[in-house]
């Protein structure tokens, strides 16, 4: 994996891990940068053997983090484009997890763990075994925000900190007694090998434990070294973007890297590492001894010799600095004032919520879908190629457990992120069949959002909106209706309008009569439209299936200055809907945009509120933008073509 900046090319993947282990990469730097990190995988493992990684990161030095994994990376079929957005990826604080394993993990189960806590998000690593049974004699009864959602011993850990953080209400790593949290990581100590690390998004915590099998080491790259390739057998990282000329780094990591004066950690040690530097350290007063660089085949030597670096000095035989003592309580005080003086009002990360202003619980369902597309041919195929947008969001409320495409015949894979922000998979096959079937299985687990609040006073809650120029050039393409006869937009705008004098001028009220009002006058028929099918088509027809009634959902509201989008994904319909044979292709419904409240899902075909039945896959302006498979033939083909999709939703259990 390459994590760069949108001004760095990607490098190539090297495959060159020994054996299988585990890593993890830690990095506080001095300011927001954009580090290329370039993770190594052996080629050709086999059997019940994988890797997998995970990166998290504070987009814009912000609260709330960003974390991309692949539990079941095997070769190259590693995500090269996990990080979902070039732009973001600049922070501060920055976590690398690199997993070697004999079996499987899920999306759950990979770390780093990212969990909403106190107003921020904090993420955690863990590079070990704990006695898990003695993990949960520890952890006790704790509330079900700490509850953890995977299985490992690892998760809990994590659970366990931020409960313990939340019994002497702290709401930051700084605001803590650094003795304090060493003793809380030395506990874990005696349950087995505890290499650990955790951050709130400003200040890393950094722990090596005394029956850790592998080492701890750490070291500040300064300029001009940062310039350098720094290499293990695990990971490459470099600070090569133009704007990170003079940033400073605080690297912790599993293994010393090529270059660079590496300290390995003492058993039991604990940093607290804060901006590329270190703030607190367990560890007695005197320099450690540095370790050799370790010799790698078929790399490059450094072009510069390591650079000796200085130690912050120890003031005291517990190992704290007087200064930074100061600092922490000075940042307590600084902390303990503000809030006194202005309550902070965050809003948390949706899936750390349990349950709605009023009471009700808000849980998750897990969803499985298997999608199947069947293509065949009278006359053999010589060249194609082939866009597939097939595999679910993952945000906030909605978190792929898994997703897995297989395509049965081999071809050329690019894996990108298109300009509406749909995981795409363009594919191009040069040998010849007659026979092509695409096949995509995805679990999902969807969270219950927490119901809006309208009586905030941003929040826009009648018709007309108002935009501002840039709020309108960014929404332009959600505005813009198709472009029809001008007689036809203008019985369109009119019967737009008929919903809006109806609701006498409330915007929600008026979108959902939309939805409901095209659920109950049209009729869905199946084999009566095309792609061609108009939205005044539908409107004077009356009938259509479910991307019509979208295409026309969306003309409505765009007509109305409302930005609407198209939306593909697939529908649980069990027992809830009259329109069952939907659980049997691709669904179709729509998105609106609310000034402060954002996108907003309604399903026209159903008259509902999109929940947690729909598992949402593609967005664009109109269905092309978000159509699940396509492709063009270049070469051969000819006769008769055979088409075939099968798709199939279903609910797990935990």
């Known amino acids: 994996m390459s994590c760069p900046t949108p001004h760095t090319r990607t490098e190539p993947l090297m495959f060159q891990i020994p054996i299988l282990t585990s890593d993890i990469l830690a990095m506080s730097l001095d300011g927001s940068a954009s580090p290329t990190i370039n993770i190594s995988l052996r080629d050709g493992i086999g059997g019940s053997h994988s890797y997998g990684w995970g990166f998290g990161w504070y987009p814009g030095d912000q609260v709330s983090s960003m974390v991309v994994k692949d539990?079941?990376?095997?070769?190259?079929?590693?995500?090269?484009?996990?990080?979902?957005?070039?732009?973001?990826?600049?922070?501060?604080?920055?976590?690398?997890k690199m997993r070697g394993a004999s079996k499987t993990y899920s999306q759950t189960e990979t770390q780093p763990f990212s969990r909403s806590f106190a107003g921020r998000d904090w993420l955690f690593m863990h590079n070990g075994d704990l006695e898990k049974q003695k993990l949960e004699a520890l952890h006790g009864k704790q509330t079900r925000l700490l509850e953890p959602l995977g299985t490992t011993d690892s998760e809990l850990a994590f659970c366990h900190l931020l409960g313990q953080l939340e019994g002497i209400k702290t709401r930051r790593l700084s605001e803590i007694d650094p003795t304090e949290l060493h003793r809380w990581f030395l506990e874990f100590d005696g349950f087995g090998s505890s290499d650990m690390c955790l951050t709130d998004g400003q200040t890393i915590a950094c722990f090596h434990g005394s029956q850790s099998p592998k080492g701890l080491y750490y070291a500040r790259v300064q300029p001009p070294d940062n310039r350098e390739t720094y290499q293990s057998d695990a990971v490459d990282f470099r600070l090569d973007d133009g704007r990170d000329t003079y940033r400073t780094a605080l690297v912790v990591a599993s293994t010393p890297f090529t270059y660079g004066d590496w300290i390995p950690m003492a058993p039991g040690q604990c940093l607290l590492v804060r901006r590329g530097d270190i703030v607190w350290n367990s560890a007695p007063a005197r320099r450690e001894a540095s370790v050799p660089?370790?010799?790698?085949?078929?790399?490059?030597?450094?072009?510069?010799?390591?650079?000796?670096?200085?130690?912050?000095?120890?003031?005291?035989?517990?190992?704290?600095?007087?200064?930074?003592?100061?600092?922490?309580?000075?940042?307590?005080?600084?902390?303990?004032?503000?809030?006194?003086?202005?309550?902070?009002?965050?809003?948390?990360?949706?899936?750390?919520?349990?349950?709605?202003?009023?009471?009700?619980?808000?849980?998750?369902?897990?969803?499985?879908?298997?999608?199947?597309?069947?293509?065949?041919?009278?006359?053999?195929?010589?060249?194609?190629?082939?866009?597939?947008?097939?595999?679910?969001?993952?945000?906030?409320?909605?978190?792929?457990?898994?997703?897995?495409?297989?395509?049965?015949?081999?071809?050329?894979?690019?894996?990108?992120?298109?300009?509406?922000?749909?995981?795409?998979?363009?594919?191009?096959?040069?040998?010849?069949y007659t026979k092509l079937s695409v096949t995509a299985v995805s679990q999902v687990k969807i969270f219950a959002r927490p119901p809006d609040d309208p009586s905030l006073s941003r929040r826009q809650t009648s018709i007309p909106l108002v935009w501002m120029p840039w709020q309108r050039q960014m929404m332009t393409p959600y505005l813009l209706p198709r472009e029809l006869p001008e007689s036809e937009l203008h019985e369109l705008t009119e019967y737009a309008m008929s919903f809006v004098e109806r609701n006498d001028y409330q915007l929600v009220k008026t979108i959902e009569d939309i939805n409901r009002s095209i659920y109950r006058d049209y009729k869905y028929v199946q084999g009566i439209t095309s792609l061609h099918t108009t939205?005044?088509?539908?409107?004077?027809?009356?009938?259509?299936?479910?991307?019509?009634?979208?295409?026309?959902?969306?003309?409505?509201?765009?007509?109305?200055?409302?930005?609407?989008?198209?939306?593909?994904?697939?529908?649980?319909?069990?027992?809830?809907?009259?329109?069952?044979?939907?659980?049997?292709?691709?669904?179709?419904?729509?998105?609106?945009?609310?000034?402060?409240?954002?996108?907003?899902?309604?399903?026209?075909?159903?008259?509902?509120?999109?929940?947690?039945?729909?598992?949402?896959?593609?967005?664009?302006?109109?269905?092309?933008?978000?159509?699940?498979?396509?492709?063009?033939?270049?070469?051969?083909?000819?006769?008769?073509?055979?088409?075939?999709?099968?798709?199939?939703?279903?609910?797990?259990?935990?």
């Open 71 to 96: 539990p079941v990376a095997k070769d190259t079929q590693v995500v090269l484009d996990a990080v979902t957005d070039w732009s973001n990826f600049r922070s501060t604080v920055f976590f690398c």
């Open 293 to 432: 660089p370790p010799a790698l085949s078929q790399r490059p030597a450094p072009s510069q010799p390591p650079l000796p670096q200085q130690q912050p000095q120890q003031a005291d035989g517990q190992g704290t600095d007087f200064n930074t003592l100061q600092m922490f309580q000075a940042e307590q005080s600084q902390s303990q004032a503000k809030a006194q003086a202005q309550p902070q009002s965050l809003t948390p990360n949706v899936r750390s919520q349990i349950q709605s202003p009023g009471g009700n619980p808000l849980t998750y369902r897990i969803l499985e879908v298997r999608h199947h597309t069947e293509y065949e041919y009278t006359k053999p195929i010589s060249r194609s190629t082939h866009f597939f947008r097939l595999q679910p969001v993952d945000d906030p409320i909605q978190e792929v457990v898994k997703s897995q495409l297989v395509v049965s015949t081999p071809g050329e894979e690019i894996q990108f992120e298109d300009v509406f922000g749909n995981q795409a998979v363009h594919y191009t096959i040069d040998a010849p």
């Open 535 to 654: 939205a005044f088509d539908v409107y004077s027809e009356r009938k259509g299936v479910c991307q019509d009634f979208a295409n026309l959902f969306i003309s409505l509201a765009r007509l109305l200055n409302i930005p609407a989008r198209y939306r593909m994904g697939y529908v649980y319909t069990g027992a809830n809907y009259e329109n069952k044979v939907q659980s049997d292709a691709s669904h179709a419904w729509v998105e609106v945009y609310f000034p402060f409240v954002g996108w907003r899902g309604f399903d026209p075909t159903n008259g509902s509120f999109v929940t947690q039945d729909h598992i949402r896959v593609a967005c664009g302006r109109n269905y092309r933008d978000a159509t699940p498979t396509s492709g063009t033939i270049y070469k051969g083909g000819g006769g008769m073509e055979t088409l075939k999709i099968d798709v199939k939703v279903r609910e797990l259990s935990e």
